[in-house]
């Protein structure tokens, strides 16, 4: 009956809020009952003659038997909540708290990540690729001698980079970001080029001359910004849309000072039409124990009862709020006027795999947990494998 299960833990606040998908509509012929124990939850299913009983272990915390609240049933979701404990009584409780200091692996691998220079060699012509088709972009004779990475900052602020002001800021960005035709400037998930060493016509949106795919776009008269995701380099396929996205969305809110995290993400689609992606941040850092349907075991079965153990993965994940805007409308020049706000322009394939990707996320949240003021609620983070099984409506 269980398809997936949520268990969203805060330790601090000593609750954590259980979400649980089914396969099938509830009939009205049928009950659930739910017994909490002090590690363990047992969902009873009660269906004619027989029962279905799944357990639910949350072997490392501790639970309130008696503090089940916020229930609700709906025809393919139930979701409450539990007060817990902390496994010492004294860390954690109204007399003393100690906070550990540990840091997940996501935690250091996005305080130490380091930007992976593109496969371009310097000592001999490169090939620029269409991924899609695997046209060569480039022209034959195009020799990378400097192969340089970029600031590691999503969006240039180029006055960020001097102690003073110059006089003319315009002028100023042009000569920085215009790379010689010998130069191959890279950040995460782009290369900047000369645009005369690629066959391209002289347009905003960079496509490819055969099957026309979105490869990047122009960023002034001199230099192109050509995605790792629509581009192969010396025919070695990069990173993937998917894995861009979310290194981008997650390296944008770590190194985020402010508590309210907010980020405006924009594809450009042609000259003049951009779609918007507005992400917020609820919670950086959130420990999710989570189940999909091949980690349901059939522990017994009796005459007329059958028992089955849903085993829960540990992992740290984002939760967000985010909401898709076509136009560039009030909100979205609100935002960009917000000088809180972080803008990214993104790859096209980013954009569309990324929001399928928030998409298929805030299916594992019942109905009444959805929607928070007009933004949709969803989870950055959760295990890829799981989305073929758990997102399958």
């Given at each position: 009956?269980?398809?997936?299960?949520?268990?969203?833990?805060?330790?601090?606040?000593?609750?954590?809020?259980?979400?649980?998908?089914?396969?099938?509509?509830?009939?009205?012929?049928?009950?659930?009952?739910?017994?909490?124990?002090?590690?363990?939850?047992?969902?009873?299913?009660?269906?004619?003659?027989?029962?279905?009983v799944q357990v639910i272990n949350l072997h490392d915390y501790k639970l309130r038997p008696l503090s089940l609240s916020a229930l609700r049933v709906l025809k393919?979701?139930?979701?409450?909540?539990?007060?817990?404990?902390?496994?010492?009584?004294?860390?954690?409780?109204?007399?003393?708290?100690?906070?550990?200091?540990?840091?997940?692996?996501?935690?250091?691998?996005?305080?130490?990540?380091?930007?992976?220079?593109?496969?371009?060699?310097?000592?001999?012509?490169?090939?620029?690729?269409?991924?899609?088709?695997?046209?060569?972009?480039?022209?034959?004779?195009?020799?990378?001698?400097?192969?340089?990475?970029?600031?590691?900052?999503?969006?240039?602020?180029?006055?960020?980079?001097?102690?003073?002001?110059?006089?003319?800021?315009?002028?100023?960005?042009?000569?920085?970001?215009?790379?010689?035709?010998?130069?191959?400037?890279?950040?995460?998930?782009?290369?900047?080029?000369?645009?005369?060493?690629?066959?391209?016509?002289?347009?905003?949106?960079?496509?490819?001359?055969?099957?026309?795919?979105?490869?990047?776009?122009?960023?002034?008269?001199?230099?192109?910004?050509?995605?790792?995701?629509?581009?192969?380099?010396?025919?070695?396929?990069?990173?993937?849309?998917?894995?861009?996205?979310?290194?981008?969305?997650?390296?944008?809110?770590?190194?985020?000072?402010?508590?309210?995290?907010?980020?405006?993400?924009?594809?450009?689609?042609?000259?003049?039409?951009?779609?918007?992606?507005?992400?917020?941040?609820?919670?950086?850092?959130?420990?999710?124990?989570?189940?999909?349907?091949?980690?349901?075991?059939?522990?017994?079965?009796?005459?007329?009862?059958?028992?089955?153990?849903?085993?829960?993965?540990?992992?740290?994940?984002?939760?967000?709020?985010?909401?898709?805007?076509?136009?560039?409308?009030?909100?979205?020049?609100?935002?960009?006027?917000?000088?809180?706000?972080?803008?990214?322009?993104?790859?096209?394939?980013?954009?569309?795999?990324?929001?399928?990707?928030?998409?298929?996320?805030?299916?594992?949240?019942?109905?009444?947990?959805?929607?928070?003021?007009?933004?949709?609620?969803?989870?950055?983070?959760?295990?890829?494998?799981?989305?073929?099984?758990?997102?399958?409506?």
């Amino acid at each position: 009956m269980i398809r997936s299960v949520i268990v969203e833990m805060r330790p601090r606040l000593q609750v954590c809020n259980v979400f649980i998908i089914t396969d099938e509509y509830l009939k009205q012929d049928e009950y659930v009952r739910i017994n909490i124990k002090t590690s363990v939850v047992e969902v009873t299913w009660q269906s004619g003659t027989c029962e279905i009983v799944q357990v639910i272990n949350l072997h490392d915390y501790k639970l309130r038997p008696l503090s089940l609240s916020a229930l609700r049933v709906l025809k393919k979701s139930i979701s409450f909540r539990i007060q817990t404990e902390p496994v010492v009584s004294v860390v954690g409780s109204f007399a003393s708290e100690v906070l550990p200091i540990k840091q997940s692996s996501e935690m250091i691998e996005s305080a130490t990540v380091k930007l992976l220079a593109p496969c371009i060699r310097t000592d001999r012509p490169c090939k620029l690729a269409c991924k899609c088709c695997g046209k060569v972009m480039s022209k034959h004779d195009t020799l990378f001698t400097r192969v340089l990475p970029l600031p590691s900052s999503a969006s240039w602020e180029i006055s960020d980079w001097f102690c003073h002001q110059h006089t003319d800021s315009s002028c100023m960005q042009h000569s920085v970001l215009a790379p010689k035709e010998t130069d191959c400037l890279y950040g995460m998930c782009y290369i900047l080029v000369n645009a005369s060493v690629m066959n391209v016509r002289s347009k905003q949106v960079v496509r490819c001359n055969r099957c026309l795919a979105w490869l990047g776009t122009r960023i002034n008269l001199t230099a192109l910004k050509l995605w790792n995701c629509t581009m192969s380099y010396e025919g070695n396929n990069n990173s993937t849309a998917l894995e861009d996205f979310i290194c981008t969305v997650k390296q944008a809110f770590n190194r985020s000072c402010v508590m309210n995290c907010r980020l405006l993400l924009e594809t450009k689609l042609s000259e003049e039409h951009s779609h918007y992606l507005l992400l917020w941040v609820m919670d950086k850092s959130l420990d999710l124990l989570v189940s999909a349907d091949e980690d349901i075991s059939r522990m017994e079965e009796n005459a007329g009862k059958v028992v089955l153990e849903c085993k829960l993965r540990v992992k740290r994940t984002m939760k967000l709020l985010y909401m898709y805007h076509k136009d560039c409308d009030s909100m979205v020049k609100t935002w960009k006027d917000d000088f809180n706000v972080e803008c990214i322009e993104v790859a096209k394939p980013m954009f569309t795999e990324g929001l399928a990707y928030l998409l298929r996320g805030t299916e594992f949240i019942p109905g009444p947990y959805k929607l928070t003021d007009s933004f949709l609620v969803t989870y950055l983070g959760l295990w890829h494998e799981s989305y073929k099984t758990m997102t399958q409506v």
